[in-house]
């Protein structure tokens, strides 16, 4: 495994992180849950990345995950980089969702409650919410931090005028913003516009999520919409619409530059997200161990020429998911 330091910090990432949003919760098998954290621990993937919703039910993926870690990981607690977050609906009533810091605090002694976990390692305010003042909101991270809750905090999908006052706010109190989390692969490029800029202002890493949009930057939607696949589970959050023709052909002859890189679309599809230098890490989700194997042997080759990226751009013609 390779391991980049997160912005100006001295934790250092797994170029490849793994996501337990789908395929961790009550809902999906246990032992193939396990199988993949095991795995993933085993090839050096010391960070794993949770929300207080993921499941389903929500909540069920830290539950499993601290199932996991107590049984079988305890001793190398110290080894791993464990993230949880807040921001969504988790449940009902003013206080299960958005960003004030009665959520915030109730939802993170929820979430080491369900990990067993005395503390996480990042904790983030899961996204913007307009109809609180963010300084509620980055108070409440820092006071978790102070509070020995988490040793460092994030924040994710911010946009990029409410990210910079969020990381201001937290720097002037020494807790620097360790890390952003946002969308990022060849089907949307939104945060080449300005949030990686952003982070590199502020000295915070940056880090992937669904960098392979869900599957569809893989060749399993090549032939139609197969039965054990996101598009087809009701639960899934890609839908069937999203499969869309214009964006499968483009994978198509996508997978074919891959197959003369040697390698498979998912390989290149993560290989190409962690070319900028800005990105720290990406988290992948992975529905058993194959897909997990393949997945890590997008390290075996990162570099791309100026004619591989020329073609991609050229292929890709700014499509978005
Ligand atoms: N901050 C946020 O708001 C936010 C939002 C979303 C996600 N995240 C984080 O990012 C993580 C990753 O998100 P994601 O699951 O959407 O990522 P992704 O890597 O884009 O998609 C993962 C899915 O792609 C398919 N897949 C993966 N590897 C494959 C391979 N080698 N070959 C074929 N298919 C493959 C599997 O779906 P099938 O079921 O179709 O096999 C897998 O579940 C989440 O777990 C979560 O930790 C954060």
Redesign the pocket.
Known sequence: MEYAYCGNSGLQLPRIS??????FGFADDYDTAREMILYAFEQGVTHF???NN?GPPPGSAESNFGMILKDHLSSHRDEMIISS?AGHLMWEGPYGDGSSRKYLMASINQSLKRTGLDYFDIF?S??FDPLTPIEETMQALVDIVRAGKALYVGI??YPPVEARRAMRYLAERDVPCLIF???Y?MFNRMPEQEILGVTSEFGSGFIA???????L????YLHGI?E????A?PA???KKEQVSQSLVEKVSRLNALAGERGE?M?EMALAWVLRDERVTSL?????NVA??K??LKALDNLSFTQEELSLIDQILDGATL
């Open positions: 793994l996501g337990l949003w789908h395929n990345d949770l929300a993921y977050k983030y899961h996204r994710s999908k989390q946002d969308k692969s999520f669904s960098p392979l949009a869900q599957g930057l893989t060749d399993k197969p054990y696949s996101r598009a589970d899934g959050f890609l498979t998912a988290i992948v989700g992975s529905r897909q997990l393949d997945n």
